[in-house]
Nanobody
Framework: VQLVESGGGLVQAGGSLRLSCAAS????????IAWFRQAPGKEREGVSC?????????YYAHTVKGRFTMSSDWTKNTVYLQMNVLKPEDTAVYYC??????????????????????WGQGTQVTVSS
């Protein structure tokens, strides 16, 4: 399993970015694929996740709901995170993660990052005020 993120950069508050995560070595069926982020001095937090099972669903953290949209393209084996109305507090390194042993959520919240076994190298997103 290999995950490669791209699309990060510097943007002004209110702007938009689209992150991509190119996956190889597996197909999406049965996998939970998530975006996490980590700001300096803070713990890694879940942003969004798609569970690619029979009961496919998408989860968003409350901090990004309504502003971010996650999608997946099986033909390209790529997932995306469209980020709109960006805020300075969205500044972080964004990571793509995948695992076939978990759903996206437990008790209504995104699984801890420790539950995901495969990770990309991350892409920096900086939002200036």
């Amino acid at each position: 399993v290999q995950l490669v993120e791209s699309g990060g950069g510097l943007v002004q508050a209110g702007g938009s970015l689209r992150l991509s995560c190119a996956a190889s070595g597996f197909t999406f069926a049965g996998y939970a694929i998530a975006w996490f982020r980590q700001a300096p001095g803070k713990e890694r937090e879940g942003v969004s996740c798609i569970y690619h099972g029979v009961d496919k669903y998408t989860y968003y953290a409350h901090t990004v709901k309504g502003r971010f949209t996650m999608s997946s393209d099986w033909t390209k084996n790529t997932v995306y995170l469209q980020m709109n109305v960006l805020k300075p507090e969205d500044t972080a390194v964004y990571y793509c993660a995948a695992d076939d042993g978990v759903y996206c959520t437990v008790n209504g919240e995104l699984h801890s990052h420790s539950e995901f076994g495969s990770w990309g190298q991350g892409t920096q997103v900086t939002v200036s005020s």
